[in-house]
């Protein structure tokens, strides 16, 4: 059984443009991400739980295939060079956290088998912050 997602409307329209615009040779995350945005709950921004990792969202979340731990920022690919604590939403981890609440779980393919990535506690909350989504 999936997790319940909520996205914001803000992060479901820029992530959908961002899908329109990728090559064919990432049709797989591609596919994957926009199964997961049409099963999601979509509230408008001011709506947002603060427990909930949205984009620009600074995340604490493990691997448990690997029982890594990280913080870091759920970002566009255009955003990667804004630090060295920021996750692509087109990487496998960063698709498998969007709209994940803390303490929830979820199975997410990955480069090398399964992710079992666990959403440990959202430190900032991009739709608190002015300019969050871009």
Known sequence: MKP???????????????????????????????????????????????DVVTMNSKVRFAVENTSDEFSLTLSYPAQLADGPDRISILSPV???LLGLSAGARIDWPGPTGRLNVRVLEVLSHAEATAGAGQ
């Open 94 to 96: 960063g698709s498998a």
């Open 4 to 50: 319940d997602l909520i996205i914001s409307s803000r992060d479901l329209e820029q992530i959908e443009q961002l899908l329109a615009h990728l090559p064919m040779s990432m049709n797989a995350i591609k596919d994957a991400l926009a199964e997961e945005l049409e099963r999601a709950d979509i509230r408008e921004p001011d709506e947002m739980p603060a």
